[in-house]
C-alpha cells in the first residue's frame, strides 16, 4: 500500500511569490490535513479538507488557501510569501467516520529568501 | 499559555536507558492523546494512542495519561541507538470539529551506543 506522498520536495521561492503544495493521501482516506513545522514553533495546525469541504482552519492568514479534488488529493496554496513562511509542510490523511489516526507524508521543505 | 507544552530537550541517554518524555496540556476539551516519532527529514509516524487517562504499553514503549493533572508521558525502555528521532506528543478533542491534532513541540532524542 503507497504511503502518503507529497510534492516537491523541497523548492525556494522569493518574498511575494506563490507556491503550490500537493498531497495524495492513502488510498482510501477521505480527510486530509495540512500542518506547518516551523523552525522552533512544532507543527501547527493550518487546514482540514474532508470529502472535498473545508471543514477547519487554523490561526493562520486568508493567504493559505487550498482544495480538496474528488480523488480526495488535496493542493496548500500560499500567496505573497513572507520570510516567515519557510517551514516544513506537512500533509495527512485521515480516514473517515471516527478515525483518529493521521498518517503523515515526507513533508515539502519551502525556503522564502 | 500554549495548549500543550514539551521540553524541546535535547535529550542524550546511554543505549539500554530507560527514557521518560513528558508533555502537560492546559486544555480540559482534550481527550486523545497521541506520541509520534519524527526522524529527521521525515514525516512523524504514529507510536502510541491513549483515549482518556490510564497506561498503554506496546513493546518496549509505555503511554501514559493523568487527566487530573493534565500531564502525558513516553516510557522507552531498553532505548536503542534507532530509537534516536524527535518525539512530539499531539491531542486532539471529541466531536466532529476536533479532528485536527495540537502538537507539543517536540523533544529531540539521542541515544548513544
Known amino acids: 500500500e503507497a504511503g502518503v506522498t507529497q510534492s516537491p520536495t523541497h523548492l525556494i521561492k522569493t518574498r511575494g511569490q506563490q507556491v503550490t503544495l500537493r498531497c495524495s493521501p492513502i488510498s482510501g482516506h477521505t480527510s486530509v490535513y495540512w500542518y506547518q513545522q516551523a523552525l522552533g514553533l512544532g507543527l501547527q495546525f493550518l487546514l482540514w479538507?474532508?470529502?472535498?469541504?473545508?471543514?477547519n482552519r487554523g490561526n493562520f492568514p486568508p493567504r493559505f488557501s487550498g482544495r480538496q479534488f474528488p480523488n480526495y488529493s488535496s493542493e496548500l496554496n500560499v500567496n505573497a510569501l513572507e520570510l516567515e513562511d519557510s517551514a516544513l509542510y506537512l500533509c495527512a490523511g485521515r480516514a473517515g467516520g471516527r478515525t483518529y489516526e493521521q498518517y503523515f507524508g515526507p513533508g515539502t521543505r519551502l525556503t522564502v529568501t | 499559555q500554549k495548549e500543550v507544552e514539551q521540553d524541546p530537550g535535547p535529550l542524550s541517554v546511554p543505549e539500554g536507558a530507560i527514557v521518560s518524555l513528558n508533555c502537560t496540556y492546559s486544555?480540559?476539551?482534550?481527550?486523545?492523546f497521541m506520541w509520534y516519532r519524527q526522524y529527521s527529514r521525515k514525516g512523524p509516524e504514529l507510536l502510541m494512542y491513549t483515549y482518556s487517562s490510564g497506561n498503554k504499553e506496546d513493546g518496549r514503549f509505555t503511554a501514559q495519561v493523568d487527566k487530573s493533572s493534565k500531564y502525558i508521558s513516553l516510557f522507552i525502555r531498553d532505548s536503542q541507538p534507532s530509537d534516536s528521532a524527535t518525539y512530539l506528543c499531539?491531542?486532539?478533542?471529541?466531536?466532529?470539529?476536533?479532528?485536527?491534532?495540537?502538537f507539543g513541540k517536540g523533544t529531540k532524542l539521542s541515544v548513544i551506543p
Open positions: 499531539a491531542t486532539r478533542g471529541v466531536g466532529a470539529g476536533s479532528y485536527q491534532l495540537t
Open positions: 479538507y474532508d470529502e472535498g469541504e473545508e471543514r
Open positions: 486544555n480540559s476539551a482534550f481527550q486523545y
